[in-house]
């Protein structure tokens, strides 16, 4: 399983754009990465998925370089609410796979008034 | 889009008793969940596969006598805590995979378990 590296902690104002990077150094060909929000409490819950380029959804937007060796989160215009723990994700999503969700230690993003 | 529930929400027990947490995939089928167990502050940890039919298949270091898992149908896995203690009070979290979106996963709510 591809090993993910995120910073620990983010903080950021309301309003700002905020871009997380995921490292994937040893992705594998037919793996895709996805990103999950978690608050305290809760299970994760799917923000956004990619496997190249760019991949936007209402939420957020997925950034994919060609190297596929990293991948950057980005939420704009961010509120109190987005305050939560972020995790990459890299694995074989196929409907065929045997993928099995293995979670790092994630970013916690801290949004100030 | 897809649901997964977990019930009870939170349970409180005393030490020595069993407890079991139910995992329901709500309008699709999922041959396959995942149990994990997430302490404050920390990620999630998986403890095992649940295969629909057959003997779960348990992360290292997690014993399967303790932490018995039972997925009898295609929308249904229980976690039963066996002979709880209070260092197995945790947040225990559940996902289960839809095959026909794309394979993505979709996570319970949680059940957050404390023993007494």
């Known amino acids: 399983l591809a090993k993910t590296t995120q910073p620990i902690s983010m903080d950021s104002y309301e309003g700002q754009e905020v871009n997380i990077t995921c490292s994937h150094n040893?992705?594998?060909?037919?793996?895709?990465i996805t990103w999950y929000q978690q608050f305290p409490s809760q299970g994760p819950r799917f923000i956004i998925q990619?496997?190249?380029t760019k991949v936007t959804n209402e939420v957020a937007s997925l950034f994919i370089p060609a190297d596929r060796k990293s991948s950057t989160l980005s939420l704009p215009r961010v509120s109190l609410s987005d305050t939560a723990v972020y995790y990459c994700l890299v694995g074989d999503a196929d409907r065929g796979g045997s993928y099995i969700p293995t979670f790092g230690r994630g970013t916690s993003l801290i949004v100030h008034p | 889009g897809a649901v997964v529930s977990q019930h009870p929400s939170r349970v409180i027990c005393k030490s020595g008793t069993s407890v079991k947490i139910e995992c329901r995939s709500l309008d699709f089928q999922a041959t396959t969940m995942f149990w994990y167990r997430q302490f404050p502050k920390q990620s999630l940890m998986l403890m095992a596969t649940?295969?629909?039919?057959?003997?779960?298949?348990?992360e290292q270091g997690v014993e399967k006598d303790k932490f018995l898992i039972n997925h009898a149908s295609l929308t249904l896995s229980t976690l039963t805590v066996t002979s709880a203690h209070p260092e197995d009070s945790s947040f225990y979290i559940c996902s289960a995979r839809d095959p026909w979106a794309g394979g993505e996963q979709y996570f319970g709510p949680g059940t957050r378990l404390t023993v007494t």
């Open positions: 990619g496997y190249k």
């Open positions: 649940s295969n629909e039919g057959s003997k779960a298949t348990y």
């Open positions: 040893n992705i594998a060909t037919n793996d895709y």
